[in-house]
């Protein structure tokens, strides 16, 4: 991405907040766009915020002023952009809506960049006019703090559109790890089933959820455990990513346990709440 490229991040929840924040706070000016006014002015309030906490974690110069933001709920915003990243829920459907949305108001070379946890980019891909601009990138949560990326290549995604994904992300600091499409790619395939059989354990009574994640790091040296993970993620976006992976592969690994989807019906959605595994 070269200085005159512009970006545009839709949905402005958890992900596409901290997408936001890293791309002011690297100096890349980004429209925001969400269907709801209350989630942009949490994400006003929380994007400064979340800049100086990745300058002093030393994730984000102090010498870069931070690049405008500009918040709205007109999709066709992104009109200008010649970068789309795409973040609002893990529902099929809204993600399918959005992209045919998307692709009517886009400019025909912009490259449209998917968050998804888990849907393959070439299913999101057949709702729109050019799906060769498609290509995926999984940020993780934070995405201000954690600087690698995994980047997936659908089986229809142009070289050029990935190219300039990567440039994109090189301008922002971040390293690229390439993948190939599949549901979950790598992380998600390996990360939400090791999730769902943690719940499982502490429901079975084997373990409470703080001794499931003092083993994943005293033992295996994770730096949190996959409980706390779950909860930093949202427990909401666990069960619907396990509901993707479990759709698309028909493997019971994948079926969200009793715990996860009770959580989930008590409001209990983790960090963003106040309350999941842990209590914040
Ligand atoms: N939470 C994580 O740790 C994490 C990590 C990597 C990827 N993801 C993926 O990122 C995406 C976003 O997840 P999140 O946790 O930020 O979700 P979230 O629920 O916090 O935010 C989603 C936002 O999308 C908005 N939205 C819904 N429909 C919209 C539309 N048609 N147009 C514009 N905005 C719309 C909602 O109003 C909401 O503000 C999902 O695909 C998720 O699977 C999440």
Redesign the pocket.
């Known amino acids: 991405m070269t200085g005159n490229e512009s970006l545009a991040v839709?949905?402005?929840?958890?992900?596409?907040t901290g997408i936001a924040a890293l791309a002011s706070g690297s100096g890349v000016p980004v429209v925001l766009?969400?269907?709801?006014a209350a989630?942009l002015e949490r994400a006003e309030q929380a994007i400064p915020r979340h800049i100086r906490m990745g300058q002093l974690h030393g994730k984000l110069s102090r010498t870069i002023a931070a690049a405008p933001v500009r918040y709205t709920t007109a999709?066709s915003a992104v009109g200008d952009a010649d970068v789309v990243i795409e973040?609002?829920?893990?529902a099929t459907e809204?993600k399918a809506?959005?992209y045919a949305e998307l692709s009517a108001v886009v400019r025909p070379t912009a490259v449209l960049v998917t968050?998804?946890?888990?849907i393959p980019v070439d299913e999101l891909a057949q709702h729109v006019q050019r799906p060769e601009r498609v290509v995926g990138a999984?940020?993780?949560?934070p995405a201000y703090m954690i600087r690698t990326v995994e980047v997936i290549r659908g089986p229809r995604t142009a070289q050029d559109a990935l190219d300039r994904l990567i440039a994109l992300l090189g301008a922002l600091d971040d390293e690229a790890i390439v993948v190939n499409d599949g549901p979950g790619f790598v992380v998600n395939r390996i990360l939400q089933r090791m999730i769902n059989e943690s719940a499982r354990i502490v429901s079975e009574g084997l373990a409470s959820a703080a001794d499931v994640d003092r083993l994943f790091k005293g033992c295996l040296g994770h730096a949190t455990g996959p409980l706390a993970t779950a909860d930093?993620?949202?427990l909401?976006?666990v069960v619907?990513?396990l509901r993707v992976l479990h759709e698309r592969t028909g493997d019971s690994g994948y079926e969200p346990c009793d715990l996860l989807t009770g959580l989930v019906a008590q409001g209990a959605f983790g960090r963003?709440t106040g309350r999941g595994f842990f209590t914040y």
């Open positions: 839709v949905g402005a929840g958890v992900m596409g766009v969400d269907i709801d989630a999709l973040a609002i829920v893990e809204a809506k959005v968050n998804t946890s888990g999984h940020f993780m949560n930093l993620i949202g909401d976006n619907d990513s963003k």
